[in-house]
């Protein structure tokens, strides 16, 4: 019952498959693969490999199998991200998202979810939704004990929490990357993703002011620069950090040793050249943040570095030296000089989003402008400042609440995972139960059935018995009646023989009418003789015990039975029928039947008379059992057990029984059996 259960839950969940699966050829689907081969070689151009993933995906579709389609989209966002159409790969990674889910493939939900998170996160534009579905997809991998997505995706939600200010959170999940990575092998890919974490560590240790700590991230992030193969911009932007830090901290002179040693790195201009402006920069505001009084030297540089960024279109490092310029200025009281950089530094920082210099600008003109204008900059600052505060909150709110909501959902799941676990538990036990209840039932039965068969053989038993004891009596009337005869004839008709056979002797020569009318007399004597042989004979011929033993059986049944239940009873039987020659297997069920019937009329009919009688009528023994009754409805009492056993006796024998029945005048049963020899 089990299997079956089984079997008709695999047919069910597979039916769409299969009748999908007839729906397309084999031959596409060997397509499909070659064209998902073709659309993955990295040797061929993005466009050619784009038009392959295209096709795979278009023939996908015609199968009309999620499983089919889902891997040839994953071709085809692989191509569309190389390709750098990031807005079709969004909108693939949703579409792979809905397939996933639709199929539960958890490794796929995982894909998507990750996808997108990197969408959003590399566009910058909305970090939330990068968040969420970042955070959708480590808790994914971390179940399925995906270790190295896991690491992709905390780097990614480290430096997203950074930007967005949440530090503490940045770094919680920056340690536990890191944590991860421990067990990782020693690779390249390994040793980029410490550095980058590692990194982060050391910028929010900074904007938490725990000095002493970045320092110490920076200098770790430069060993595992060391252990790189192409690590040598890592660590040089690691030690430019650190200096950051030290310059933070107040300690110049460190600061400006690290700057230094940049400076002899002409390799690293030949790398990035934005570089070489930005540590001009550093160095000669450093000196300035010093107390160094070579104001000259320190303006060149500046100016040096300004020129520099500005020729190489570098808006972000032209911000950081015009803002530096403005400060320089006005320490100096050059007024003119320091309003003509704060306000470039406003416009740039403006045109590049960079709010934290475009409060120090604001701050710089509002003491820089006179009067209502200056007051115009302060009231810009303070609105921006709270603005950014509560858009900080806002944000943080929204990461907390988003984790919330993944959790919630991950606990929905869990609950749901939990209730259909029960719930199958439980349908297990519940067809268990079933089939050990079927079992027990069906045992039961079986156990009854078995016991009805040992009862009937018992009883069958008992009339075998029966009939074969009443035979023995038959057998030993058989023997004494011999016997008798034989006495009667030896002592009584072969006496009166012989002695009448003295007489004819004695006779035998006398003559006249008295030897006429002695051997009259003898003559007379000899017919008495023969009409006693002829008796004998015929006695002998017809057999007083012919088929009496079994009608000897079932009287004493009749007047036993009638008797106990205090019925009058009439019986009559035909001598035509030679029960000696019906098989034993048809007078047992005739003993049950009259039983059975018997029983019946003493229980239901409330009779005071039976009449059964046994005739032989054109072959068929017809056995009739009437009683004065109260009658019984045919059709509704059919169902009974008693008149089912009687029905299964007569099957067995061949018969055919009928009922005559009228309320409150009897009822008459007339059973009609094949007279066989056997």
């Not at 012989?498 to 009318?517: A, M, Q, W, Y």
Request: charged fraction near 30%; proline fraction near 1%; hydrophobic fraction near 35%.
């Amino acid at each position: 019952m089990f299997r079956l259960y089984f079997l008709i839950f695999i047919f069910f969940v597979n039916k769409p498959f299969l009748s999908a699966q007839k729906a397309f050829k084999f031959q596409e689907y060997d397509s499909i693969i070659e064209l998902r081969k073709l659309g993955n070689d990295n040797t061929k151009e993005l466009d050619v490999r784009y038009k392959y993933a295209k096709q795979a995906v278009k023939l996908s579709k015609r199968t009309k199998i999620d499983s089919i389609i889902l891997k040839s989209n994953r071709v085809l966002s692989t191509v569309l991200l190389y390709s750098g159409d990031y807005k079709k790969f969004r909108e693939m990674n949703f579409e792979n998202l809905k397939l996933a889910v639709k199929l539960n493939d958890s490794s796929e939900i995982g894909l998507s979810n990750q996808n997108l998170g990197w969408y959003y996160y590399q566009s910058r534009v909305q970090n939330d939704s990068a968040y969420f579905y970042l955070s959708n997809a480590i808790k994914i991998y971390d179940k399925l004990g995906k270790v190295p997505n896991q690491i992709d995706i905390l780097q990614n939600l480290s430096d997203i929490l950074q930007v967005e200010k949440d530090y503490l959170g940045s770094e919680e999940n920056a340690i536990q990357g890191l944590a991860l990575l421990e067990n990782q092998p020693k690779n390249e890919s390994n040793f980029k993703k410490s550095w980058n974490l590692l990194n982060i560590l050391a910028i929010v240790s900074l904007e938490l002011k725990r000095y002493d700590e970045s320092i110490e991230y920076n200098q770790k992030a430069q060993n595992i620069a060391d252990k790189m193969d192409d690590g040598f911009y890592n660590k040089n932007l690691s030690i430019h950090n650190q200096a950051f830090v030290f310059r933070k901290k107040g300690n110049y002179t460190k600061a400006l040793e690290l700057y230094t040693s940049l400076l002899k790195q002409e390799k690293l201009f030949e790398i990035d050249p934005t570089f070489y402006p930005l540590i001009l920069d550093n160095i000669a505001f450093t000196r300035f943040e010093a107390g160094e009084k070579d104001y000259v030297n320190m303006e060149k540089m500046l100016k040096r570095a300004y020129k520099i960024s500005d020729s190489l279109e570098d808006p972000i490092t032209k911000l950081a030296v015009t803002i530096d310029l403005s400060k320089f200025y006005k320490a100096q009281n050059k007024i003119d000089n320091a309003l003509q950089y704060s306000e470039e530094s406003y416009q740039l920082a403006k045109e590049t989003s960079s709010n934290d210099i475009l409060l120090e600008s604001m701050a710089l003109l509002a003491q820089l402008k006179p009067g209502e204008e200056g007051k115009k900059y302060f009231e810009e600052h303070i609105k921006l400042s709270d603005s950014l505060l509560n858009h900080e909150r806002g944000i943080r709110n929204k990461f907390a609440r988003v984790q919330f909501e993944t959790d919630q959902i991950e606990q929905e799941n869990e609950r749901i995972a939990r209730e259909r676990f029960w719930l199958l538990m439980v349908s297990i036990v519940l067809i268990i139960a079933i089939f050990f209840l079927y079992v027990i039932v069906t045992q039961r039965a079986k156990n009854k059935e078995l016991r009805f068969e040992q009862d009937q053989q018992k009883a069958n038993e008992e009339i075998y018995n029966l009939m074969l004891s009443q035979q023995d009596k038959v057998d030993e009337a058989r023997a004494q009646e011999k016997k008798r005869i034989s006495e009667e004839l030896h002592d009584g008709i072969l006496g009166r023989l012989f002695g009448t056979r003295l007489s004819l002797d004695s006779f035998n020569f006398k003559e006249g009418p008295e030897g006429i009318k002695s051997r009259s007399q003898y003559i007379n004597d000899l017919k008495n003789i023969e009409q006693d042989i002829r008796k004998i004979s015929h006695d002998l011929n017809t057999d007083f015990v012919s088929g009496s033993g079994f009608v000897d059986i079932i009287d004493t049944l009749i007047s036993t039975q009638t008797q106990a239940y205090q019925l009058k009873y009439d019986f009559y039987h035909s001598d035509d029928i030679n029960w000696e020659n019906v098989s034993n297997k048809t007078k047992i069920h005739i003993y049950r039947i009259l039983q059975e019937t018997m029983q019946n009329i003493y229980k239901h009919a409330e009779a005071s008379l039976i009449k059964i009688s046994f005739q032989l009528k054109n072959d068929v023994i017809c056995l009739s059992i009437s009683d004065d009754g109260k009658g019984f409805v045919i059709n509704k009492s059919k169902k009974g057990i008693g008149l089912k056993n009687i029905h299964s006796r007569v099957d067995e024998v061949g018969g055919i029984v009928s009922y005559d029945s009228v309320i409150d005048k009897g009822t008459t049963i007339t059973i009609d059996i094949p007279y066989t020899i056997k």
